[in-house]
């Protein structure tokens, strides 16, 4: 069955026969030898069976069946153009640009890992990663200024359509490793009493949670620094400023040995939320590296912290 194949090149060299009504003219349209052109076309007349030209005084003149024939090896060829057109549309692209925006707690723990481990796998893909509060991550999404927003919001502003919540996590408490609760398995808001405390900025959602809480339980503690991000939180506490509560994401990224984080009781939760703009973001670059985010979480977070 092999050698009766038609092939591509043998439609090539009719249609170019065609157009160009002789074998000189169809091996210049192809850029091959006259000989090639001359093979192929008697190749071709031979597998179907059927005589395809008449030659007369040197010129090809197309039989009844050819002219038949033509409107469908035409069709055929614009349909392998029109394949090729596609690959290199998708080719262009796989080798595009990724613009995100994200928090803080986001683009300073888990989105490093994912987007090392995304572009070794796409290697032609920018990536662009803006760093901002939540609330203006919305309001980049809002006005189509990035294709992907990564934000720590409440549940209820997540439930729309392009945007979903991708994890909820445990806060944990941040100790020095030589602090009196180093070696406590849980702590609790009476842990916390007469503390030196490192605060996150008043108005942040999860400061009015932690105050709430330690308020309902009559806890009094010294806050003396604040700060509006956990990484920061984290360099104080080092140096020995206080003890606080963060993020679980910021914890789990530590690679330092000086502090310990340690489950914090009754839990206080983040939720991280992925927010996808209108603009015309190719799919094939954002569901890749979405994918490469959840498995990044997974990798990174204990379970015991996951909601």
């Known amino acids: 069955m092999m050698e009766n194949r038609i092939t591509l090149r043998h439609l090539e060299a009719f249609r170019a026969i065609m157009v160009r009504k002789t074998v000189t003219g169809a091996a210049d349209m192809l850029e091959v030898t006259q000989p090639v052109v001359t093979r192929l076309l008697s190749d ?17 003149l197309p039989t009844p069946e050819a002219m038949l024939l033509c409107t469908d090896v035409e069709q055929s060829l614009i349909g392998i153009e029109r394949i090729v057109n596609a690959a290199s549309n998708i080719k262009a692209l796989q080798m595009g640009h990724l613009e995100i925006a994200a928090a803080p707690v986001m683009a300073l723990s888990l989105l490093p890992h994912a987007i090392k481990s995304f572009t070794n796998e796409h290697p032609d893909v920018v990536v662009t990663m803006h760093m901002h509060s939540s609330a203006t991550v919305l309001d980049m999404i809002q006005r189509d200024r990035c294709d992907l927003g990564f934000a ?21 408490g941040v100790v020095p490793v030589n602090h009196r609760l180093a070696n406590k398995r849980i702590l609790s808001p009476e842990d916390f009493e007469g503390e030196s405390f490192i605060s996150l900025s008043p108005l942040m959602a999860e400061r009015t949670k932690i105050d709430s809480l330690m308020l309902s339980h009559g806890v009094n503690r010294r806050i003396n620094v604040e700060t509006q991000i ?9 140096a020995g400023v206080g003890i606080s509560i963060i993020d ?58 996951i909601v």
Do not use: C
């Open 44 to 60: 071709l007349e031979e597998r179907i069976a059927i005589p395809l030209f008449t030659r007369t005084k040197g010129r090809l």
């Open 248 to 305: 679980a994401l910021t914890a789990s990224v530590y690679t330092g040995g000086m502090l310990k984080f340690i489950p914090f009781e009754p839990a206080i939760i983040d939720s991280y939320a992925l927010v996808i703009s209108q603009r015309n973001s190719s799919t094939l670059i954002l569901k890749p590296f979405v994918d490469h985010v959840r498995r990044e979480i997974r990798k990174i977070l204990p379970a015991h912290l």
């Open 152 to 172: 720590m919001l409440p549940m209820k502003t997540t439930q729309n359509g392009n945007s979903e919540t991708i994890l909820r996590a445990k806060m944990v």
């Open 230 to 238: 956990s990484e920061a939180i984290i360099k104080l506490a080092e």
